[in-house]
C-alpha cells in the first residue's frame, strides 16, 4: 500500500529524516512513534507531497509519487491530518467537512452555473454525510459555529473529521489524541477500529502509548529521522531501544 | 437646477456607478471570495479600455487597428484579452503570499501604464484613443444615457447572477476555502492553484468588460484615466465599505462610496469662490475623513460578509 | 492566592463562561479538567484578561486582575503557557527564552541553563528558528519559557500535549518540583488522570459551568466523573 | 433667473493643481470686469461655477455632467489636460450641446475632434510654438545638434516633434529627444543621456512644477549643460531663481500677444491689483480670453442657448474688428449692439478661432536679462 | 558614466531605504502596508521646511523638529486610526491608510498650496573628481552622511535594546507578545515614532537634493513597498538593502532602456525577485 524506501529530507543541513524505510500493509492500523522530533511529521509531509524528499522514493498504490503535488497524491486516496489543526477559520464546521470530497461536480465553475440541478442534489447528499461525521465526532452542535471559535480540542476532532469525510484507502493520522478528552478519545479509537474492518489502511502518529497498544497491528519507531525498530505493539514495547529512546524508565 | 437636470445627471451619476460596481464586483470575485489580492485593477481597466477602443474605432495610423468590429465583441475582446492578461501575471505570482500578489499586481499595473504611454504605435501614446463608437448614439440622440445606462446594468446583473451562483457552489466553497488556509484545500484533494488562476482570470474578465464600458461611455481614453488612485484603490475602498465577501455589499459599496466621493462636491461648492483651492483641498480631507469614519464604525464593511453557503437546504 | 468569584467571560457577545468561581491556595497544585469546547481555556484566559469578561472578578494577592495589565501580571509573578501559538515562531529558541524574562532586568543565565537541562532536545536548536521545531520540541519552548521567570502561579493549559511519553512525566515530574519550592500552579490537562494525581484539588468543567470540585484523589474514585471525563 | 452661469472645470486637487488654482483666478478676473461694467445680457450678473477634475478623467467627467445637469450651464471653461478634455467633450458637452472652450489643451486631437462645433481653446496649438522654438535654436542661435527633453504628455509630446521635424528640416540634428515622467525626485539620469552627444544646447519642453526647475538646476549642478531654450510651460521668473548668473541670456518661446496688442500687459496689472503678485504660470491669461470670449458670444447671441452660443462665437470675432481691449467690457457691449465684429486683444493676445476651433495665436520669444523674463521679439504666423 | 549613476543610485536609494525600513518595522509588526507612508514622507519634508525656511531655524534643528513632529503624526495616526482596526482584516487597515493619505496630502496642499518649493534657492555646484569622472554635491555627501547614521543607529536599536527584540516578537504573534508581558501598545507606539522618524528624515533628504511637492511622497511609495518586498517584509536590513538595489537599478537602467521606463525598473526588478526567491533577498522563510 505505502512503501518508503530510504527517504531522506534535510533543513539547512539538519537531516530531519534519514534514509529512513519502511512499509504499510493494506489494511492494517500501524503506529508510527518516536521521541520529539524524530522526524514523524515530517515523514508524514513527505508522504503527502507537502513537502519533497531530497533523496529516496515514495510508493504509494502502486505508483512512485515522490515528485506529485500534494493535491495529486490525495486524489490517489490518501487523507492526512495535521498535527497543529489546520482549520478554514472563517468558514463554518459543516463547510469545513463539505469541503472534502473529491470528484464533486459543482466544484467546476461551469457546472455550478449551468448544471445546477445535479449539483444540488450532490450537496445534499455531501450535507447529510458532513451532519454523521459531526454527530460521531461530538461537534454537532457547532456545526454553524465558524471554525476559528473552535477549542483547541475541537479543532483537533476536526481535522480528523475532514479525514474521515475524504473516504480515502490510507489515512495518515498525526497525534489525533493530544488535547483530546479521554472518554472521547476512546471512542475515537474505536471508530478507528471500524474503518479497518471497512478495508481502510491508516498510518497513525500518537504519543498515547495506550491508544498505541490498543489499536495497532504494527509499530514503527522512529529515532532521529531513522528508523529504529518496528514490529508488534508488545515487542516494540519491550525493546530496550524503544525504552531508552522514547518511553523512558517510568513508564517501563 | 432643473428636474430634467436632475434626472439626466442622476442617470450619469449611476452609469459611472455602475462602471465602478462592475469593477468592484470583479473585485470581490478576486479578494472576497478567493483572497487575492489585486492591487493593480487599473491595469486590467487600462488592458479593457484599449482592446475595446482598438477593436471597435475604424482603422487609424496612430495606434493599432482599429478593427472597426461592434460594440459587443469590443467588449468581448477586452474581457478576454484583460482575462489572458491576468492569466499570464497569474503563471509566475499566483502561488505567492497574498502581500506579494498585491505588490506584483501594482507594478505590473504601473507597467502597463507606462507601456501604453510611450508605445505610440499601439495607443497613440500620451495623446490617447479618441472617437471610441458609442453604441447607438446617433440613433438615440438625447436618451443616448439611459440606454447605456440600460446596457450597464445588464451587465450588472448578469455578473452579479453568476457570481453570486458560483460563489454559493462547491467551487465558491473551495474558492473561500483557499483564502482560509491552503494546505487544507490540496491535503483534500483539489489544485489550488487552478481554483485561484479560475478566479483571477474571472475577476480580470470582469474588469476587462469594465474597462471596455469606461471607454465607450468617455468615448477617449488616455493613460491619465489609469492612475492607482482613481483606477485602483477607490475601487477597494468601494468594495470594503460595502463589506468584502457581499456581492450585494459591492453593489452599495460602490453607488455609497462614489456617492460621497462626488456629493462632497455640493458641499464644499458652498464657499465662496475666494476658497476654491482650499475648498478643494478640503472636500478630498472630507472623503477621507468619511472614509475612515464608515472604516472605524463599521470595520466589518456596510453589509459585512454574507453566510455563502454552497448546500441547496441553508441558501 | 488566586480566587476566581463567579465570573462570566466569552468572546464578544458569546458567553462562554457561566459564573464559575474558583480558588488555587498558595503553594497547591490545582487541575481543571472536561470535555473539549468545554470553557477550560477560555477560563484560563479570563484570568489574563485574554477574552472579554463580563461579570465578576479575579484576585490575586489582593489586586483585581481584571483591571490589571498583563505586563503588570508578569512582573508580579503570574506565568502562563497558553495551548496553541505558544512560541515566536521566526524567534530562535534562545531569543523565545529570553523573552520569557522580558519584565525583568536580571541576568537570568543560570535559568537559561536549567531550562536546556530539563530539555535536551532544545541544547542543539538554540539558534533555530521555533517555527521549524517539531510539535513537541515547540511545547517545551512554551514551557520553558515560563519558567524563565521563577513565577508565584504558574498557569498551564494542556502542557503535555504532542509530547512524548518520557517527556509527559518529565514535564509534570517538573510541575511537581516546581510546586515544591513554592510556587502555585494552575493547570489544564487532558491526561486528566495523571494530572488529577498529583493534584491538591481538581475542577471538573463542562459546558461552561463548573460540575465537581473535589481533591484529586476524590475526583479521580468518583466513578461518574470516571466514566464521563476520564475515559472509562 | 437674474444670472447667467458659465462652468469652469479646473483641477484644484491632484497633478495639475498647482495650475488650476490660478487659472480659476483668470476666470474670477473676467468675470470681475463684466460684472463691473453693468454685467452681462442686459444687466445680469455672470455667475461662475467650478468643479474640481482632480486631474483625472473620471472625476472630471462627473464634474462636467454635474455642471450641466445640476447647475445648468451651457458654456464651460476647461479642462486643462487633454486627457479630461476629450471625455468631457466627448461624453457630455458635444452631446449635450454645450460650449466647452480650454484654455490649456494642446492636443492635436481637439483640432480633429468630431465635436459639431462646440469645442474651441484659448491656447495656440504646439506645431506653431515648436517651428519657432526650432527656427530660434538654428537661425538665431546657429545650434546645430540639440538634445530635446519633453515632458511625457500630449503637451509635451507635441511639442517635441514639431521641433523634431522643424529643426531637422532646418539641417541641425537632434542628438537625443526624452520624454520624462513627471514630479520624479531625480532627472540626472534622464540628462545625463541628453548631454552624451555633446549637443549645443538643452531643449526643455516641460512646466516649472511638473519637474522643469528640478530638471534646469540639476542640469547645472552636474555641470551636464550651460546653454538652454526653453518653452512657455518655463516662462516663469521663478526658474532662475537662485541660479541667475547661469541662465542670463537663455531664449525662450512661448504664445504671446501680436505687435501692438498690449492685452498681456494690461491682464498683468489687474490681476496683481486683484491678487496680489502674478505667479509664473502658464493657462492663467488663455482662461481669462476663454471667460471673456464666451461672455461676449452670449452677450452677441442674446441668450444662454449653447448652440447659439457656438454660433455667436464664430460671428463675434474677427481679425479686422474694432479692437476691444480685456478691460473693455462696456465697450464690446455697445460694439455687439451696434452689430460690430471685435477683435478682442485679449491676455495671452489676440483671441481668433479657425474654423476647427483652435486659437490662431502668435508666437513670441523671450529672454532672460538680468535675471528677469524679458520678451524678446514676436513671431507672428 | 556607469560609475557616475552608480553614485545617484547610491543616493537615491539612501533614502528609499530609509523610508523603506519603517514601512517595513510597521507591515513585520501590526502586518498590513501603510499607504501613508509616502505622504508621511512628505508631510516631514514640509515640517523641516517650516521650520528652515518660514522660521529661519538651523537645518540641523529643523531636521530634529520635523521628525519629532512627523513620529508624533504617525502616532497620532495609530491612535485614531489603526488601533481600532487592529483586530481587522489587514486590508480593511490598509484602505483605512489609503484614506490618511489622502487626508494628509490636502493638508499639505491646504497649508502649504500645491507649488514647487525649495529649502534654498541658490544651486550648489559639485564637487569635480577625476576631470570629471565624478561629480557630487556637499549636499550628498551629509545625505550619506545622515542616511548611514540612521542605518546604524537602527541597526543598534534593534540589536542591542529589549524594545528591538520586543518588535520582532509582535511581528510574531502579538497575543504571545502580551502575555510575555511585553507592553504591546506601547512597542506600537515606538515603531511608529521609528518610522515617523526614519520616513520624515526620508523626505527631508529628499528635498533637500531636490525640492518639495506634495507628490513626492506618494510617488516614491511604490518604490519604497518594492524595497520592502525585495529584502523580505518584516526584515529592516532587507529594506535598507533592497532600497539600495531598487535606486541604484533604477538610475543604472537608463544605460539599456529608455528613461521613459525608469519608474518601470523598480516593479521589474521585484517581480522577478518574486519569481525567484518569493521570500525576498533576506526575508526568511517560515512553516
Ligand atoms: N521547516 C523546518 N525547518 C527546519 N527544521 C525543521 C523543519 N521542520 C521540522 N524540522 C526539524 O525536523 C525535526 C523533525 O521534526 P518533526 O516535526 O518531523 O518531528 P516529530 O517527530 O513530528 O516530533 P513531535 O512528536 O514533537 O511532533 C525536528 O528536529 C525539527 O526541528
Ligand atoms: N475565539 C472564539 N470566539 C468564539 N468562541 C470561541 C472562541 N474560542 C473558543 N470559543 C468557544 O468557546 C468554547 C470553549 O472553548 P475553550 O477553548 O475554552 O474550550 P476548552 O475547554 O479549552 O477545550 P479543549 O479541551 O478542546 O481545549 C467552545 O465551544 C468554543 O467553540
Ligand atoms: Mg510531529
Ligand atoms: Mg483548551
Redesign the interface.
Known amino acids: 500500500m505505502l512503501k518508503v524506501d530510504k527517504v531522506v529530507k534535510e533543513f539547512n543541513g539538519f537531516r530531519a529524516v534519514d534514509e529512513c524505510s519502511f512499509e504499510v500493509k493494506k489494511n492494517t492500523i500501524t503506529g508510527l512513534i518516536g521521541p520529539n522530533g524524530a522526524g514523524k511529521t515530517t515523514m508524514f509531509n513527505l508522504i503527502a507531497g507537502s513537502l519533497k524528499a531530497d533523496q529516496g522514493e515514495v510508493y504509494f498504490s502502486d505508483q512512485k509519487v515522490n515528485s506529485f503535488a500534494a493535491y495529486k497524491i490525495a486524489r490517489l486516496g490518501l487523507a492526512r491530518t495535521f498535527q497543529i489543526p489546520k482549520t478554514l477559520k472563517k468558514m463554518t464546521v459543516l463547510e469545513n467537512l463539505m469541503l472534502v470530497p473529491g470528484g464533486q461536480s459543482g466544484e467546476n465553475i461551469w457546472n455550478s452555473w449551468f448544471k445546477s440541478s445535479k449539483v444540488k442534489a450532490e450537496e445534499k447528499e455531501n450535507e447529510s454525510r458532513a451532519y454523521r461525521v459531526l454527530k460521531f465526532l461530538e461537534l454537532t452542535h457547532v456545526a454553524d459555529v465558524l471554525a476559528a471559535n473552535l477549542s483547541g480540542g475541537q479543532k483537533k476532532l476536526l481535522e480528523l473529521g475532514r479525514a474521515l469525510m475524504a473516504d480515502p484507502e490510507l489515512i495518515l493520522l498525526d497525534e489525533p489524541g493530544a488535547g483530546v478528552n479521554p472518554t472521547l478519545l476512546n471512542k475515537i479509537a474505536k471508530n478507528i477500529l471500524k474503518l479497518k474492518e471497512k478495508g481502510k489502511t491508516i498510518l497513525l502518529i500518537e504519543h498515547n502509548m495506550d491508544l498505541i497498544m490498543n489499536i495497532c497491528d504494527r509499530v514503527i519507531v522512529m529515532n532521529d529521522g531513522k528508523h529504529l525498530v518496528d514490529g508488534t505493539p508488545a515487542e516494540v514495547k519491550s525493546n530496550p531501544r524503544v525504552l531508552e529512546a522514547y518511553l523512558g524508565e517510568k513508564t517501563a | 437646477m432643473t428636474l430634467g437636470g436632475i434626472f439626466s445627471y442622476l442617470v450619469f451619476f449611476l452609469i459611472f456607478t455602475g462602471i465602478y460596481a462592475v469593477m468592484t464586483l470583479a473585485l470581490n470575485m478576486q479578494r472576497g471570495f478567493a483572497g487575492l489580492f489585486n492591487i493593480g485593477i487599473a491595469g486590467f481597466w487600462a488592458v479593457g479600455s484599449y482592446t475595446s477602443a482598438i477593436m471597435t474605432t475604424p482603422p487609424s495610423a496612430e495606434h493599432l487597428g482599429g478593427y472597426n468590429l461592434p460594440f459587443v465583441l469590443g467588449l468581448l475582446a477586452a474581457g478576454l484579452v484583460a482575462a489572458l492578461l491576468a492569466f499570464l501575471i497569474g503563471i509566475p505570482t499566483i502561488k505567492l503570499r497574498e502581500d506579494y500578489l498585491g505588490i506584483a499586481t501594482i507594478g505590473i499595473a504601473e507597467i502597463i501604464r507606462l507601456v501604453i504611454k510611450n508605445e505610440e504605435w499601439l495607443s497613440n501614446g500620451v495623446r490617447g484613443i479618441a472617437g471610441i463608437p458609442k453604441p447607438m448614439a446617433g440613433f438615440l440622440g438625447h436618451n443616448y444615457n439611459i440606454f447605456f445606462l440600460l446596457i450597464v446594468v445588464l451587465i450588472i446583473a448578469i455578473f452579479f447572477y453568476l457570481s453570486e451562483k458560483g460563489i454559493n457552489s462547491p467551487w465558491g466553497r473551495v474558492l473561500r476555502a483557499i483564502r482560509e488556509e491552503e494546505e487544507v484545500v490540496k491535503a483534500a484533494g483539489k489544485n489550488v492553484v487552478r481554483y485561484r488562476m479560475e478566479a483571477f482570470v474571472l475577476g480580470a474578465f470582469m474588469m476587462g468588460v469594465g474597462g471596455a464600458l469606461y471607454a465607450h461611455f468617455t468615448s477617449f481614453i488616455s493613460p491619465e484615466a489609469f492612475k492607482p488612485m482613481q483606477a485602483t484603490f477607490l475601487v477597494w475602498i468601494m468594495l470594503i465599505i460595502g463589506g468584502s465577501a457581499n456581492n450585494f455589499g459591492s453593489l452599495v459599496g460602490a453607488l455609497l462610496t462614489w456617492g460621497i466621493w462626488t456629493g462632497t462636491e455640493f458641499l464644499t461648492g458652498m464657499l465662496p469662490a475666494a476658497y476654491t483651492t482650499q475648498a478643494s483641498a478640503l472636500r478630498v480631507i472630507l472623503i477621507g475623513v468619511f472614509l475612515e469614519i464608515i472604516l472605524l464604525s463599521r470595520p466589518q464593511g456596510l453589509f459585512g460578509e454574507k453566510k455563502y453557503s454552497a448546500s441547496s437546504s441553508k441558501s | 492566592m488566586l480566587k476566581i468569584n463567579d465570573i462570566y467571560a466569552g468572546y464578544g457577545e458569546i458567553e462562554i463562561i457561566h459564573g464559575i468561581s474558583l480558588e488555587v491556595k498558595e503553594g497547591e497544585i490545582v487541575s481543571i479538567v472536561g470535555p473539549n469546547g468545554s470553557g477550560k481555556s477560555t477560563l484560563l484566559k479570563s484570568i489574563f484578561s485574554l477574552v472579554d469578561i463580563m461579570k465578576g472578578n479575579i484576585d490575586y494577592l489582593g489586586t483585581d486582575l481584571t483591571k490589571l495589565g498583563t505586563d503588570k501580571m508578569i512582573e508580579q509573578g503570574l506565568s502562563f503557557v497558553p495551548q496553541t501559538d505558544n512560541v515566536f515562531p521566526t524567534l530562535t529558541v534562545a531569543e523565545n527564552l529570553e523573552l520569557g524574562a522580558y519584565v525583568s532586568n536580571k541576568n537570568l543565565k543560570d535559568r537559561f541553563d536549567l531550562i536546556y537541562s530539563l530539555f535536551p532536545p532544545l541544547v542543539e536548536k538554540r539558534k533555530k528558528k521555533a517555527g521549524t521545531l517539531s510539535g513537541g520540541q515547540r511545547q517545551m519552548v512554551a514551557f520553558g519559557r515560563a519558567l524563565v521567570m521563577e513565577p508565584k502561579l504558574l498557569l498551564l493549559d494542556e502542557p503535555t500535549a504532542g509530547l512524548a511519553p518520557m517527556f509527559i512525566d518529565l514535564i509534570l515530574d517538573k510541575v511537581v518540583e516546581i510546586n515544591k519550592t513554592g510556587v502555585s500552579i494552575l493547570m489544564v490537562e487532558q491526561n486528566a488522570k495523571k494530572a488529577l494525581a498529583m493534584s491538591d484539588r481538581g475542577y471538573v468543567l463542562a459546558a461552561g459551568e463548573k460540575k465537581y470540585e473535589d481533591s484529586g484523589k476524590g475526583l479521580l474514585e468518583n466513578e461518574e466523573v470516571a466514566q464521563l471525563f476520564l475515559g472509562g | 433667473q437674474d444670472t447667467v452661469k458659465i462652468g469652469t472645470l479646473v483641477p484644484?486637487?491632484g497633478?495639475l493643481?498647482?495650475y488650476?488654482?490660478f487659472t480659476?483666478n483668470g476666470t474670477?478676473l473676467a468675470q470681475k470686469i463684466i460684472n463691473d461694467q453693468g454685467g452681462i445680457l442686459g444687466g445680469k450678473k455672470l455667475e461662475?461655477?467650478?468643479?474640481?477634475t482632480?486631474?483625472?478623467?473620471?472625476?472630471g467627467?462627473?464634474?462636467a455632467?454635474?455642471l450641466?445637469?445640476?447647475?445648468?450651464v451651457n458654456a464651460i471653461v476647461g479642462a486643462l489636460?487633454?486627457?479630461?478634455t476629450?471625455?468631457v467633450?466627448?461624453?457630455?458637452t458635444v452631446?449635450g450641446e454645450v460650449v466647452l472652450i480650454s484654455p490649456a489643451s494642446t492636443?492635436?486631437?481637439l483640432t480633429t475632434?468630431?465635436d459639431n462645433g462646440y469645442v474651441f481653446r484659448t491656447v495656440p496649438s504646439d506645431s506653431l510654438q515648436g517651428v519657432v522654438a526650432a527656427n530660434l535654436a538654428s537661425n538665431r542661435l546657429d545650434y546645430d545638434k540639440l538634445a530635446i527633453i519633453y515632458v511625457?504628455?500630449?503637451y509635451?509630446?507635441?511639442l517635441n516633434d514639431a521641433i523634431v521635424e522643424q529643426f531637422e528640416k532646418n539641417g541641425g540634428e537632434i542628438t537625443a529627444s526624452?520624454?520624462?515622467?513627471p514630479?520624479?525626485?531625480?532627472y540626472?539620469?534622464?540628462l545625463?543621456?541628453a548631454a552624451k552627444d555633446s549637443p549645443d544646447a538643452l531643449l526643455l519642453v516641460a512646466y516649472?512644477?511638473d519637474g522643469g526647475?528640478?530638471i534646469i538646476?540639476?542640469a547645472?549642478?552636474?555641470?551636464y549643460f550651460d546653454k538652454f531654450i526653453f518653452t512657455d510651460g518655463l516662462k516663469a521668473p521663478e526658474i532662475t531663481?537662485?541660479?541667475e548668473q547661469?541662465l542670463e541670456g537663455m531664449y525662450g518661446t512661448a504664445p504671446t500677444s501680436m505687435p501692438g496688442g498690449n492685452g498681456p500687459e494690461i491682464f498683468k496689472n489687474l490681476y496683481e491689483k486683484e491678487f496680489g503678485e502674478i505667479?509664473p504660470k502658464p493657462y492663467i491669461d488663455t482662461s481669462f480670453d476663454a471667460t471673456f470670449v464666451l461672455a461676449l458670444a452670449i452677450e452677441k447671441a442674446g441668450s444662454t442657448d449653447g448652440t447659439a452660443i457656438r454660433d455667436a462665437l464664430g460671428e463675434v470675432l474677427s481679425e479686422d474688428g474694432m479692437v476691444v481691449n480685456i478691460n473693455e467690457w462696456n465697450k464690446a457691449k455697445d460694439l455687439i449692439k451696434a452689430g460690430q465684429k471685435i477683435r478682442y486683444e485679449g491676455a495671452s493676445g489676440p483671441v481668433l478661432f479657425n474654423q476647427a476651433g483652435d486659437s490662431m495665436g502668435a508666437i513670441g520669444i523671450w529672454k532672460i536679462k538680468d535675471g528677469d523674463i524679458v520678451n524678446d521679439s514676436v513671431e507672428v504666423q | 558614466m556607469a560609475v557616475q549613476l552608480f553614485l545617484n543610485g547610491v543616493i537615491l536609494g539612501s533614502i528609499i531605504a530609509l523610508g523603506a525600513i519603517g514601512l517595513s518595522l510597521i507591515y513585520g509588526i501590526l502586518k498590513f502596508g501603510h499607504f501613508a507612508h509616502g505622504d508621511l514622507m512628505t508631510l516631514g519634508a514640509y515640517f523641516a521646511f517650516l521650520f528652515k525656511v518660514q522660521l529661519a531655524l538651523p537645518f540641523w534643528l529643523a531636521f530634529i523638529l520635523a521628525a519629532m513632529l512627523t513620529a508624533l503624526v504617525a502616532i497620532i495616526l495609530n491612535f485614531v486610526l489603526y488601533r481600532h482596526l487592529r483586530k481587522r482584516d489587514s486590508v480593511i487597515v490598509m484602505i483605512s491608510s489609503v484614506g490618511a493619505a489622502l487626508i494628509i496630502r490636502n493638508i499639505i496642499l491646504l497649508f502649504w498650496g500645491p507649488q514647487n518649493k525649495f529649502y534654498d534657492k541658490a544651486i550648489q555646484m559639485p564637487i569635480i573628481l577625476g576631470d570629471g569622472f565624478l561629480r557630487i554635491k556637499e549636499n550628498q555627501i551629509v545625505i550619506l552622511i545622515l542616511a548611514l547614521i540612521l542605518v546604524i543607529a537602527v541597526h543598534l536599536f534593534l540589536t542591542r535594546t529589549k524594545l528591538g527584540k520586543a518588535m520582532r516578537a509582535m511581528a510574531d504573534n502579538i497575543d504571545l507578545a502580551q502575555i510575555t508581558g511585553i507592553n504591546t501598545e506601547r512597542v506600537i507606539i515606538w515603531t511608529w515614532a521609528m518610522s515617523g522618524v526614519l520616513t520624515a528624515a526620508a523626505g527631508i533628504l529628499l528635498a533637500f537634493d531636490t525640492h518639495l511637492t506634495p507628490v513626492m511622497g506618494w510617488n516614491l511609495l511604490l518604490p519604497l513597498f518594492a524595497a520592502v518586498i525585495l529584502g523580505g517584509i518584516g526584515s529592516p536590513y532587507g529594506a535598507m538593502f533592497g532600497g539600495l538595489v531598487i535606486g541604484i537599478s533604477q538610475e543604472m537602467s537608463t544605460l539599456v532602456i529608455s528613461a521613459a521606463y525608469k519608474p518601470a525598473v523598480a516593479f521589474t526588478i521585484m517581480i522577478l525577485m518574486l519569481i525567484i526567491k518569493p521570500s525576498g533577498l533576506m526575508g526568511k522563510k517560515v512553516s
Do not use: C, H, W
Not at chain 4, 48 to 52: C, G, K, T
Open positions: 484644484m486637487t497633478g493643481a498647482s488650476g488654482q480659476r474670477l461662475l461655477v467650478n468643479v474640481d482632480q486631474t483625472n478623467p473620471q472625476s467627467v462627473d464634474g455632467q454635474k450641466v445637469s445640476v447647475s445648468g489636460s487633454s486627457g479630461v476629450i471625455p467633450a466627448e461624453s457630455v452631446p492636443s492635436p486631437i475632434l468630431d511625457n504628455n500630449d509635451g509630446q507635441g526624452i520624454a520624462f515622467e514630479n520624479k525626485v531625480s540626472r539620469s534622464e545625463m543621456e516649472t512644477d526647475i528640478t538646476r540639476q547645472l549642478e552636474n555641470g531663481e537662485g541660479v547661469y505667479p
